[in-house]
């Protein structure tokens, strides 16, 4: 049954896309899958809280739709540790262009809700981030009841999961990925959804162990590169991969570009770490790889999962970047 929620907000804005500045190389052509803003324009609902009962949790949100009639899938998108609901804004704005919604809260380790940039305690209660994800989709009927501007665009069959660092952690949870914890084995699927997205995921260790994907059955994606490391808890980026090497074939899909770091060259829209360089390129191909894993999984496009398989991207990256799958 359904929890009870109570839902606020603000109005929606108009929000204008540009392509971002260096961005010129890698316009055109059809390796450059779906890089250009998409053809619809994108509304925000910067601020939806939903009151959790059970949990006694207020969860803030934040909503880009497309500006446009019919059914449009659904992304939830987790951030990482001290992240919030307004960061990656590249990304989650552009998935909307090209026809999704998709939905961000501020979880508990949020900055955004005064949790000092690079405390430590913001990984204990990664349990919550999980049980925030399903809470959403728990209240999709809610959101589009109580907010007239999204009222018939969410389409509940259609889900996808993603996040990038802590978030892909959260993701992977979701999507199947068991923990193992002093009681045992403990699962937080949620079988609503479809596909699923890791920007630089976590291998073994703490929670997860080399069992952990064993029967992790839904399409995946995870990217990674040769910068992503070392990880805050000492692993090589190489440890990024794990997600991908221990679940089992079907729809997988491992992006690793050379050069690579956490911050993905721009991603966040904001910057915790002076390493983390700006690269327009790493943007770009993070953009186009994604759109393309999303309308391959979520839209059953059939040209983008040749698109996936057919090394354009690699070639377009001028072999700096290497998809395979499996």
Not at 20 to 37: S, V
Not at 50 to 77: E, H, S
Not at 218 to 232: A, W
């Amino acid at each position: 049954m359904m929890r009870l929620t109570r839902l606020c907000a603000v109005a929606a804005a108009l929000t204008v896309f540009a392509p971002a500045a260096g961005m010129a190389a890698a316009a055109g052509g059809d390796e450059a899958y779906k890089l250009q803003p998409g053809p619809f324009s994108v509304r925000t609902i910067k601020l939806l809280v939903l009151d959790d009962a059970a949990r006694k949790k207020q969860l803030q949100l934040r909503v880009n739709y497309p500006d446009g009639t019919g059914l449009f899938p659904i992304i939830v998108w987790s951030h990482g540790a001290w992240g919030s609901k307004d960061n990656y804004l590249p990304l989650t704005e552009h998935w909307a262009s090209h026809g999704y919604v998709t939905i961000q809260a501020n979880h508990s380790d949020s900055r955004a809700l005064g949790v000092r940039v690079g405390d430590a305690a913001a990984f204990r209660d990664w349990q919550s981030r999980p049980a925030d994800i399903s809470f959403i989709l728990d209240s999709l009927d809610d959101l589009e009841r109580r907010e007239p501007a999204l009222k018939g665009k969410l389409d509940g069959k259609r889900i996808g999961v993603g996040g990038h660092s802590f978030g892909a952690n959260t993701a992977q949870l979701v999507g199947g990925a068991t923990a193992f914890l002093a009681g045992g084995a403990r699962s937080f699927e949620d079988k609503r959804v479809s596909a699923v997205v890791l920007l630089s995921g976590q291998g073994p260790g703490e929670m997860l162990t080399e069992k952990s994907w064993a029967h992790f059955a839904r399409s995946m994606l995870v990217m990674t590169g040769s910068r992503d490391g070392p990880t805050r808890t000492g692993q090589p980026a190489e440890w990024r991969k794990k997600p991908y090497e221990l679940s089992p074939p079907g729809d997988k899909y491992l992006v690793w570009v050379d050069g690579l770091d956490h911050g993905y060259g721009g991603i966040t829209g904001v910057s915790f770490n002076p390493r983390n360089q700006p690269n327009p390129d790493h943007v770009a191909w993070t953009k186009i790889v994604t759109t393309a894993f999303w309308d391959a999984y979520l839209k059953q496009s059939q040209e983008a999962r040749a698109y996936l398989a057919s090394g354009q991207l690699d070639a377009f990256s001028r072999h700096i970047l290497k998809i395979t799958h499996k």
